[in-house]
Nanobody
Framework: QVHLVESGGGLVQAGGSLRLSCATS????????MAWYRQAPGKQRELVAT???????NYADYVKGRFTISRDFAKSTMYLQMNSLKPEDTAVYYC???????????WGQGTQVTVSS
C-alpha cells in the first residue's frame, strides 16, 4: 500500500508559478513510475508528466517547457514545478504511483490549481 498526499495548490495569476508536492509513504526507489495527472471541470483526467525509476521524464505537449517533474529520494517526495501558468492549466492535480511487480496503482486525493486571467 502506498499513500500519496499532494500539497501546494492554490490560486495564481496567469504567468505565475506554483510548486506541487506529492509525499509518499513508501521509498520512491521502490515505485516504478510516478506521474502527475490533472482533471478540469467537465473534462477527462489527463496525463501531465511522468518520471520513472531511472529518472527518465516525459511531458504532455501542453506543458512541455513550462512544467518540470522531479523527485527527492531522501524526502520520499515528488514535485511538479509549474511556470508560466495559463488559465487553461486550471484543474485538480493528482499524484499517481505505479508498481509493476506485483502490479499496483495508487492515487492521491488531488490539489486544486486555479489560474486567473
Amino acid at each position: 500500500q502506498v499513500h500519496l498526499v499532494e500539497s501546494g495548490g492554490g490560486l495564481v495569476q496567469a504567468g505565475g508559478s506554483l510548486r506541487l508536492s506529492c509525499a509518499t509513504s513508501r521509498s520512491i526507489g521502490s515505485i516504478s513510475v510516478m506521474a502527475w495527472y490533472r482533471q478540469a471541470p467537465g473534462k477527462q483526467r489527463e496525463l501531465v508528466a511522468t518520471v520513472t525509476g531511472i529518472d527518465s521524464t516525459n511531458y504532455a505537449d501542453y506543458v512541455k517547457g513550462r512544467f518540470t517533474i522531479s523527485r527527492d529520494f531522501a524526502k520520499s517526495t515528488m514535485y511538479l514545478q509549474m511556470n508560466s501558468l495559463k488559465p487553461e492549466d486550471t484543474a485538480v492535480y493528482y499524484c499517481n504511483a505505479r508498481i509493476f511487480t506485483p502490479w499496483a496503482e495508487y492515487w492521491g486525493q488531488g490539489t486544486q490549481v486555479t489560474v486567473s486571467s
